[in-house]
């Protein structure tokens, strides 16, 4: 019980705002790199989780997710997944940015990104 009290009141401490900053940025750079390489994307985000849809314009449903190029996002995962960097093997799951990630972390993402080829 100890332990927990204690998380919940480090929790109370976190920056949030922060965390949701950093969400926001590292998933619209993401899409940004990917749309230099010619694939259409788009990015949700909202407070510390993001998705990644392969297709024009903003995705706000079902029937809007099931536009995007599950084909395309197979590729990406698996050159990701191979350069050591963890998304949801489904198109239609979210990503999560946790505290315990650190600028480096961010970094190699962006990195293994850019080195995705369609």
Do not use: N, W
Request: with cysteine.
């Amino acid at each position: 019980m100890a332990a927990g009290l204690a998380t919940l009141q480090a929790l109370k401490q976190a920056d949030y705002a922060g965390l949701a900053e950093r969400t926001r940025t590292l998933a619209e750079s993401l899409a940004a790199i990917l749309r230099e390489k010619g694939a259409a994307v788009s990015v949700a985000h909202a407070a510390s989780l993001f998705t990644l849809f392969f297709c024009e314009g903003p995705v706000t449903d079902f029937e809007s997710a099931r536009q995007a190029d599950t084909a395309r996002y197979a590729v990406f995962y698996a050159q990701m997944r191979k350069a050591g960097i963890l998304f949801a093997p489904s198109a239609f799951e979210c990503a999560f940015l946790s505290f315990a990630h650190t600028d480096e972390d961010l970094e190699r993402t962006l990195e293994a990104a850019r080195a995705v080829r369609f």
